[in-house]
């Protein structure tokens, strides 16, 4: 079965400084991989996804994240963290029928 | 203009009843979902509904039933609501199976 693992329940980082939220993903062919961000007391939204083609993704709010076969992961990264970005992160691999999501991660950027 | 939208967003409800929760998008999706969040902000994927074809997390006890009128909704239906049924229900949909997921704001369901 194919799955996703977030190491980290936790990242903390200080405003402006460049942020990863961990990722790896366990699958049986080519992986279709997603981030997912959730903020307090709203639903999920789509940051972006990995098909096929580059390992960089670049996605919504200045994510991006790198695809990397041999290790099997797929880290969210952002250049300079913005207070705005404290939320829940999922990671999110494409199953036989549906998306299976990650423990998350939370993220606190402290000014 | 809400592309996945839910009601009620806070539902109450005593043990054992019977109670409901819509969902509706206006995106033109195939594929619609119920998903079920613990408190401890755990996803787990209770259905999936594309053209017709209902797809079911078995471990789903069989309380639970989703419906749909059309492709534009998905409702789901919860039978002798117990205490461990308390939790935030999102409904999300996607153009179709395996592409990227539009969530609901999400239901929060407190059965006391």
């Known amino acids: 079965a194919q799955s996703v693992a977030q190491p980290e329940d936790q990242v903390n980082v200080a405003e402006g400084n460049p942020l990863t939220v961990k990722c790896t993903y366990s699958?049986?062919?080519?992986?279709?991989l997603f981030w997912y961000v959730q903020y307090p007391n709203r639903g999920l939204q789509f940051l972006l996804k990995?098909?096929?083609?580059?390992?960089l993704v670049k996605g919504s709010y200045g994510f991006e994240a790198e695809f990397n076969k041999s290790q099997t992961s797929f880290h969210l990264k952002k250049p300079s963290a913005l207070v705005s970005d404290s939320a829940l992160y999922f990671c999110?691999?494409?199953?036989?029928?549906?998306?299976?999501f990650g423990a998350g991660t939370r993220l606190t950027v402290k000014p | 203009d809400t592309a996945v939208s839910q009601t009620p967003k806070y539902l109450v409800t005593q043990m054992g009843n019977d109670k409901s929760i819509k969902c509706e998008q206006n995106?033109?999706?195939?594929?619609m979902y119920w998903y079920k969040q613990d408190s401890k902000k755990f996803l787990k994927i209770m259905f999936s509904?594309?053209?017709?074809?209902?797809?079911i997390n078995e471990t789903v006890p069989n309380r639970f039933s989703p419906k749909s009128p059309d492709k534009a909704h998905l409702n789901l239906h919860i039978n002798s609501l117990e205490l461990g049924d308390s939790a935030v229900y999102f409904c999300?949909?996607?153009?179709?199976?395996?592409?990227?997921?539009?969530f609901g704001p999400g239901t929060r369901l407190t059965v006391l």
């Open positions: 699958v049986s062919g080519n992986p279709y």
């Open positions: 999110a691999v494409r199953d036989s029928y549906d998306m299976r």
């Open positions: 509904y594309n053209n017709k074809e209902l797809i």
């Open positions: 995106l033109g999706h195939d594929t």
């Open positions: 990995y098909i096929t083609g580059d390992n």
């Open positions: 999300a949909s996607s153009p179709r199976r395996h592409n990227e997921q539009f």
